[in-house]
């Protein structure tokens, strides 16, 4: 009965086939990067579509990501075009679950058009109820409840499940007494949040047999795309829903489980064939993206990983260019190098749209945005915002602002109750009022008010504390570099200590983030060169049709390809990551390994990896060590290249190991226990012990440098 001339058979491999027409029963795709699993997955949703197995609205699709549902939909549409009507049920797991809760919010106490919190709401909920419990919220900080709460949704864990022990990981056992309370508050108000969306329907499924038998019914069949990074909850969810007709069909690569921060558990891969007996396992061999070297290179890095299933993979490819390894001197020159190659190949006929840099962290793109705004090259930044877009630049760079120009009301009002200092909307109306009928700007009538009774003793308090501070800082500005003022602000004012306080995924990017801020601001002559640089940066538009790089963190990157692939900032403690070296762990060990195949495996015909010698940090040039992946990758299939002799201009071809100051560690030889320490915060040696006799070229800033003494941005 299979019709072989089906369109979305067309060009698929006999393990392919097999995924897509072995519609019934349990099926685990296992395979490497680029073997065409998602390819596979979509032609087995237009195979159960084009011969009705099934309608779309029987069918659950979990992509990762909503680009990712929307490209399926698109794909499917073409394959099979009008049969496709919609596909109510293709989507992310939370996109599913918001609109199954929708369904029968009242069996877990919600009306229908409940809200969905965001994690600001969530947070302010959370500060009033740890308030109300009478806990010191300095010393347990509401982003810490938060987080765990989280972690306990990640794992189906609702505040009954919870047990003493778990209880304890905040304010001595009142852990799950308060998730009690936050979800009875949430329930008052009509809302939920994002873990909520999964774990209200799991407890409906579990608890109404009715619900659970009509979705049972309803999803004659069930796939999912990057199985290996499903959650806890993700998984019972699946369990229940596929128990009954068993038709689930799951594909995965245990090497890009990337997610573990995030609750993901690759072990689901393993319990799938015990939870589902007899069911059918394929393995996709051949990887129809990269080429020989690529697939060398990242085949080499991630053998260093133990536990792994282990898989083949080959590729009938031409064989390509090696991957390109590059020193270079420093974090400019990375950016102007990557620059230069990108339109380099634009005129050899390359659209930017093809182009991709891979970054570890968030904060490595602003060294990329701004080069790109200045010469003027197309760029987007994909699954994050512009650097200076983001909350925490926005509110540093208002403080600036503020001591900058005290007329500055809007600067003023974002961060005048930011972090909270118990200046609440009453107070703020009552500056706001006589500012306007005194005609001043807020930052003076804030001065002015404290002079009379309007505010309640604790808002005069506050404000006072914040119109003295802000008094100092503008005097300080005239002694201090404005680096430095900008450390001691973002200190004084608590709002580093507010992020540090945060036991979020994100705090330490934003951490990290703040820290590049202050980085960037040294390359400017003054606070108002700055700040005005910012004003311009924040003011490009980019023409929307036009092609352009992107610039995105490995996360992000995850099931997708580019032609040309630029990995940068391979050097210990960017990537693997400071955090990753100090668990020291091999487990975080091991998953950024795992970051690094995903990484070097989005690339279909050429990948650059970069690392810098000298980076700056905390206003300091130190020199880097490269990441031990670029040790790993195997000698045959990169070529090596370094600008760190006679000065940038002069290229090498080849990375002659005798001229190359980091031959002994880039080739895997310096694995000592110092190789365990990162490079680039050793603060009392910058710029390493061979900076000056080695290179003929000093780092311009490199007199600037100097020790500050604010533990600005160091992990709580
Ligand atoms: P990842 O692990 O990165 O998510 P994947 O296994 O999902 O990768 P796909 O993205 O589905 O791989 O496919 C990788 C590339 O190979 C895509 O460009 C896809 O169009 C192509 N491809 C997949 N299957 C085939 C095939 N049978 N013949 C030719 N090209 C294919
Ligand atoms: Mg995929």
């Not at 659209?351 to 060294?367: K, W």
């Not at 990157?557 to 762990?585: C, H, M, N, Y």
């Not at 010698?613 to 000698?635: C, D, K, M, T």
């Not at 080849?654 to 080739?667: G, I, L, M, Q």
């Amino acid at each position: 009965e299979t019709d072989n001339n089906a369109p979305y058979l067309q060009g698929l491999n006999p393990p392919q086939r097999e995924a897509v027409l072995t519609s019934e029963g349990p099926v685990l795709v296992l395979a490497g990067a680029g073997t065409g699993k998602t390819a596979a997955l979509t032609a087995r949703l237009a195979h159960l579509l084009w011969t009705r197995r099934a309608f779309p609205s029987e069918i659950l699709a979990v992509t990762f990501t909503n680009k990712a549902a929307r490209e399926m939909k698109e794909r499917v549409g073409r394959l099979v075009g009008a049969a496709v009507e919609g596909m109510p049920w293709l989507g992310t797991f939370h996109a599913i679950g918001a609109k199954m809760l929708r369904r029968h919010a009242e069996l877990v106490g919600l009306q229908s058009n409940f809200t969905i919190l965001d994690t600001d709401d969530q947070l302010r909920l959370i500060k009033q109820l740890i308030l109300a419990a009478d806990l010191d919220e300095k010393r347990w900080p509401a982003r810490q409840l938060a987080g765990l709460i989280d972690e306990w949704k990640n794992k189906g864990l609702t505040p009954a499940e919870i047990g003493a022990g778990e209880s304890e990981r905040y304010a001595n056992g009142r852990g799950a007494a308060l998730y009690f309370l936050y979800q009875e508050r949430l329930k008052a108000l009509n809302a939920c949040d994002f873990g909520d969306l999964l774990l209200h329907m799991l407890v409906i499924l579990k608890t109404h047999r009715d619900v659970l038998e009509s979705y049972q019914q309803r999803f004659r069949y069930i796939l999912v795309d990057e199985y290996q990074d499903t959650n806890a909850v993700q998984y019972l969810w699946l369990r229940l829903l596929a128990q009954e007709r068993k038709n689930i069909c799951c594909v995965g690569d245990d090497d890009q489980s990337i997610y573990s921060w995030r609750g993901a558990l690759v072990e689901n891969i393993l319990k799938f064939e015990k939870d589902f007996p007899g069911a059918k396992v394929i393995k996709l061999e051949q990887n129809y993206r990269s080429t020989p070297h690529i697939l060398a290179a990242a085949s080499g890095v991630i053998a260093n990983n133990s536990g792994r299933l282990g898989k083949t993979l080959w590729t009938d490819k031409d064989e390509g260019e090696k991957v390109k390894v590059l020193g270079v001197w420093d974090g400019p020159e990375e950016a102007r190098r990557v620059g230069e190659e990108m339109e380099g190949l634009n005129r050899g006929g390359k659209s930017f749209d093809d182009m991709a840099i891979l970054v570890r962290a968030q904060h490595q793109t602003r060294e990329f945005e701004e080069r790109f705004i200045a010469i003027g090259l197309p760029h987007r930044i994909l699954g994050g915002q512009r650097f200076y877009e983001r909350m925490e630049i926005r509110d540093a760079v208002a403080y600036l602002r503020v001591i900058a120009q005290p007329a500055d009301d809007l600067a003023f009002e974002r961060i005048v109750n930011t972090p909270k200092r118990g200046l609440g909307d009453k107070a703020l109306a009552k500056v706001h009022q006589y500012a306007r009928a005194a005609q001043v700007p807020l930052t003076v009538a804030a001065a002015r008010i404290l002079d009379t009774d309007e505010l309640t003793p604790q808002a005069r308090r506050a404000l006072g504390n914040l119109v003295g501070d802000m008094a100092r800082w503008r005097s300080m500005g005239n002694d201090l570099q404005h680096p430095d003022l900008a450390r001691i602000v973002l200190d004084e004012s608590g709002y580093t200590a507010m992020w540090q306080a945060d036991r979020t995924a994100e705090a330490a990017g934003r951490l990290e983030n703040l820290n590049e801020l202050v980085r960037a601001m040294e390359e400017y002559e003054t606070l108002g060169a700055f700040l005005e640089h910012v004003s311009l940066v924040m003011d490009n538009e980019t023409n929307a049709d036009e092609p352009k790089v992107t610039i995105m963190t490995i996360h992000a990157a995850k099931g997708l390809e580019f032609d040309t692939v630029f990995l940068v900032g391979w050097e210990e403690g960017i990537f693997p990551s400071q955090r990753a070296l100090d668990e020291g762990g091999q487990a975080s060990l091991e998953e950024e390994r795992r970051l690094a195949y995903v990484a070097i495996t989005r690339a279909r015909r050429k990948a650059f990896i970069l690392h810098a010698a000298n980076r700056r940090i905390y206003g300091q040039w130190n020199s880097s060590i490269p990441s031990r992946f670029v040790a790993e990758l195997p000698e045959a299939h990169i070529e090596s290249e370094s600008t760190m002799t006679g000065g940038a201009s002069l290229w090498q071809a080849n990375w002659s190991e005798r001229s190359d100051p980091f031959a002994d560690v880039s080739r895997g030889t310096g694995r000592g226990p110092g190789w365990q320490r990162a490079a680039g915060v050793d603060m009392k040696n910058p710029g390493g012990g061979f900076t000056s006799r080695t290179f003929s070229r000093e780092p311009a800033r490199v007199v600037e440098s100097r020790a500050s003494a604010v533990s600005f941005g160091a992990k709580a």
